[in-house]
Structure formats: structure tokens, C-alpha cells
């Protein structure tokens, strides 16, 4: 079944607002990423995050391993936040490989 | 420096050519990896290579799918034959293996359409 599963799958926000996704696994893991891709673009990585809680301007990355979660909080939305985002994990005992989420597509309105 | 460069950006191609998709990663970077996006599954991985040494070879891609790297800065992946199925985005992404941060650098990936 599925290792990773990001919640939600969509999002429509007004200019402002925050957001908070949800990335779940049901298994152990080495690591977790978290990437921004622009529709029709490539992918960029925001936070390489393993546990704890990391900080990137508006952005804020959460990982509770223990819950098997991580979060990844947009305060103050912007349009130019509008795009998909996507969780990774690396799985403990499988080397440096990631299983990708299938992503939550934020839109965010003027 | 030079993200992760792919070429071609776009590629159409009949069902049951040969095309070769190409790569190359950020210098220095030992990991190297071709994942397939679409809409439906996501993001797949296609092949894995850790200094130039294949560790996944993406088992259900197998049989028309084989990534190769030649040298630690150019890699390929060709699909032979192609498949109206095989419509989808194809990415490279690099990062430096060892200790500290991991992060996973893509390429803009090529969009291939089979007709």
C-alpha cells in the first residue's frame, strides 16, 4: 500500500492566509524532504528535514518521527506560493532512495 | 554552478522508436537518479546509480527501460520501444552522498509524448 500519503490533496487559499500539509508514513525512515515544483517546472527542494523543526522564510518544516509525520506550515500566503508540494521519504535499510508523496496542489487566489 | 541539465526538454516520438533521454548532474554529485511523473502515479523511480554503479534498476521498468552512466557527469536513459503508455515527464536529479544534508537537485526533466 501506499508509504506516503500527503493530505490535502488540494488547496485554495485566499492572498494572506496560511496553510499547513500533512505528510504520513507507514514506516521507518532515514530522512524526509520536502520539494515546491511549479506547474509545467521542475522540482526544488525546501527542506531536507529528518526530525524536528526547520525555518525558511515564510515556510516552516515539522517532523515528528515518532507520529510518523511531517508538516510543512506557509504562513502569509502569496500567489506566487500557487504550485505542488511534494513530501519524500528516504526508507531506513533501502540506501539513499526517495519514495515521493503524491503531493497537495495549493492555488492561491489574489 | 550547473544545476542538473537535461536534454532534450521536449521529445515526440511513434510508438515502437527508440529514444535516449540525457543527463547530466551537478559536478561532483556521486548520486544520480531518473524518475517518471505523472499525473495518475506520481513520481516513479526509473534507475538509481551511486558513483556511477547501478543500485535500482526500477523493476517493473525493466524490460524497455535501461539508464546508463557512462561517465560520473553524463548519464542516459533509453526506452526502447516506446509505448503510448511512456507519455509522461522524465527526470534526473543528482546530490552528494556522505554525511550532512542530502539534498536532491532535479533537472527541468523532458516531457515525452508517444503517439
Known amino acids: 500500500g501506499q508509504q506516503v500519503q500527503q493530505s490535502p490533496a488540494s488547496l485554495v487559499l485566499q492572498e494572506g492566509e496560511n496553510a499547513e500539509l500533512q505528510c504520513n508514513f507507514s514506516t521507518s525512515l532515514n530522512s524526509m524532504q520536502w520539494f515546491y515544483q511549479r506547474p509545467g517546472g521542475s522540482l526544488v527542494s525546501l527542506f531536507y528535514n529528518p526530525s524536528g523543526t526547520k525555518h525558511s522564510g515564510r515556510l516552516t518544516s515539522t517532523t515528528v518521527i515518532k507520529e510518523r509525520r511531517s508538516s510543512l506550515h506557509i504562513s502569509s500566503s502569496q500567489t506566487t506560493d500557487s504550485g505542488t508540494y511534494l513530501c519524500?521519504?528516504?526508507?531506513?535499510?533501502?540506501?539513499?532512495?526517495?519514495?515521493f508523496g503524491t503531493g497537495t496542489s495549493l492555488l492561491v487566489d489574489p | 554552478d550547473a544545476g542538473v541539465t537535461q536534454t532534450p526538454r521536449h521529445e515526440v516520438a511513434e510508438k515502437g522508436q527508440t529514444i535516449i533521454l540525457k543527463c547530466e548532474p551537478v559536478s561532483g554529485h556521486n548520486d544520480l537518479f531518473w524518475y517518471r511523473q505523472t499525473k495518475i502515479q506520481g513520481l516513479e523511480l526509473l534507475s538509481y546509480?551511486?558513483?556511477?554503479?547501478?543500485?535500482?534498476d526500477g523493476g517493473a521498468f525493466k524490460d524497455r527501460f535501461k539508464a546508463e552512466m557512462l561517465n560520473s557527469s553524463f548519464s542516459t536513459l533509453k526506452i526502447q520501444p516506446t509505448e503510448p503508455k511512456d507519455s509522461a515527464v522524465y527526470l534526473c536529479a543528482s546530490s552528494q552522498t556522505g554525511g550532512g544534508q542530502n539534498t536532491l537537485y532535479f533537472g527541468a526533466g523532458t516531457r515525452l509524448s508517444v503517439l
Open positions: 519524500a521519504l528516504e526508507l531506513g535499510n533501502m540506501g539513499y532512495k526517495l519514495t
Open positions: 546509480f551511486r558513483s556511477k554503479s547501478l543500485m535500482e
